[in-house]
């Protein structure tokens, strides 16, 4: 069903497995600070230590190599490189443990895919505002163009931001992530709008200054359920589903695969919402410029991020100003659906490749890559990983169909995680690892 040069790998991300966490001049970024502070992350874990993969990198290489791995996608810390997020001062202890990392990627025919911010913003730059300030874009630019510079003569699978989604509504909207800004239906459009600025800024920098050399690849990686309505003879819950569809994948993939602009349905809602809390302000969702809409078409290969589907029903405002009501729209779980071991993901194997048909016919067929994709479990015990193999064997299954029978253009699949590790406000109580990781004996 895979195509030969199909790309098999498995994923991590900087602050879930390094630890190191000031080791060799690393500066703070937002994930320390947020793990730091009492009552934010389940058992007051933190990624002080994680998987130590700062220093046992070589056993993370062993792993891959038993599993055959084509592709690894890792991510860089920005903080690590540049201790106060700019290139005014380059941390060269950072340099040089990543070049080992795709050094010896390489060394055993592995592929690096890499991602330049997963979740984890130098604390020097949250405290001049952050993703809500403009000024993080050109920041923003100047650490990608760092990295293509000093990596991309290696790399040539590049993704800017992962989950500008979740970053959005877990880092501003309901403060559930790093750095905790709870502002309900404002900061979240606005972090968004600058993430997607900021994205298409480094695509146009490696376009016009790397990609004439180095010929690689640059996206972002996309986060979402698949929808369904509850009630499909329902108008009201078919019209909350794309509403909702509109609201998640739709946010970042019109303006970069589709119309170079955010969905107008999900702008019609936040500014009926407006309206209707009496809000007369300029509209929440900002705009973009002329200027900024024909530049923002911009990415190479479409990434996907998959965990979970969801049954979606009208309703659910709660009559304040949050992305909630502007939504109105209420996700449900399909009691048919098993749960696996964290309580928001229902194992739906053939909601990716509803998926991926929605996304080769909305964004007309691009390639595509499962970026991440994987099966969760709580609790600390080494198990046999039984479900887990069915899980992977049941929805890399789906993702064969998809190619073959409907002509979806997937390049690859990556598994999430290589190795159980931080999961962010979970801490290490939920494991997503083909590996189980010992985090008393790391
Ligand atoms: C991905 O996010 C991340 O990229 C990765 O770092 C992470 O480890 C992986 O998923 C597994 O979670 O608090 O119950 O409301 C996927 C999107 C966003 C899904 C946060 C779970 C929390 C649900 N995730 N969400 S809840």
Not at 5 to 17: H, L, P, R, V
Not at 69 to 81: E, F
Not at 93 to 119: E, R, W
Not at 415 to 421: F, G, K, Y
Request: aromatic share 14%; net charge negative.
């Amino acid at each position: 069903m895979f195509p030969r040069d199909f790309a098999w790998g498995a994923a991590t991300a900087a602050y879930q497995i390094e630890g190191g966490w000031q080791a060799d001049g690393k500066g703070p970024s937002i994930w320390d600070t947020f793990c730091h502070e009492k009552g934010r992350v389940f058992g007051e874990h933190n990624g002080d230590v994680a998987c130590n993969s700062y220093e046992l990198w070589e056993k993370d290489l062993e792993c891959i190599q038993q599993l055959g791995l084509t592709h690894y996608r890792l991510s860089l810390s920005w903080a690590r490189l540049l201790p106060n997020g700019t290139t005014r001062h380059v941390n060269q202890k950072g340099v040089q443990y990543y070049n080992k990392v795709i050094d010896d990627l390489l060394a055993c025919n592995v592929s690096p895919m890499v991602t330049l911010y997963h979740f984890d913003l130098p604390q020097a730059l949250q405290e001049q505002g952050g993703w809500k300030s403009p000024g993080i874009v050109n920041l923003f630019d100047s650490y990608a163009k760092f990295c293509f510079q000093t990596f991309g003569d290696r790399v040539k699978l590049w993704l800017t931001i992962n989950e500008p989604l979740i970053c959005a509504k877990f880092g501003h909207e309901n403060g559930i992530f790093a750095p905790g800004i709870k502002e309900p239906g404002t900061a979240a459009y606005l972090v968004g709008h600058n993430m997607l600025r900021a994205h298409a800024m480094a695509w146009h920098s490696y376009n016009s200054f790397y990609r004439p050399e180095q010929k690689g690849a640059v996206s972002l990686a996309i986060n979402s359920d698949w929808l369904e309505p509850l009630h499909p003879g329902c108008n009201e819950d078919v019209a909350a589903t794309e509403r909702d569809l509109a609201f998640t994948l739709g946010w970042f993939t019109w303006p970069v695969f589709v119309t170079g602009d955010y969905p107008e349905i999900m702008r019609s809602a936040i500014d009926s919402q407006s309206k209707k809390l009496g809000y007369t302000g300029s509209s929440r969702l900002p705009s973009f410029s002329k200027d900024e809409r024909a530049v923002l078409g911009t990415a190479d290969f479409f990434a996907l991020n998959y965990y979970t589907s969801r049954k979606v029903k009208a309703g659910g405002s709660c009559g304040e100003m949050c992305i909630k009501s502007d939504l109105d729209a209420e996700e449900v779980l399909d009691p048919s659906w098993p749960i696996c071991g964290v309580s928001w993901q229902a194992v739906v194997p053939h909601g990716l490749r509803k998926l991926l048909n929605y996304i080769k016919d909305a964004c007309n067929n691009p390639a595509v890559y499962i970026t991440e994709n994987g099966f969760s479990q709580v609790g600390l015990l080494q198990i046999e990983d039984v479900e887990r193999c069915e899980f992977y064997r049941d929805t890399i299954l789906e993702v064969g169909k998809a190619i073959e029978e409907d002509g979806v253009n997937v390049r690859g699949y990556f598994a999430w995680s290589l190795l159980d590790n931080f999961e962010w406000a979970d801490g290490f109580s939920v494991r997503f690892g083909l590996f189980h990781v010992n985090f008393s004996d790391v």
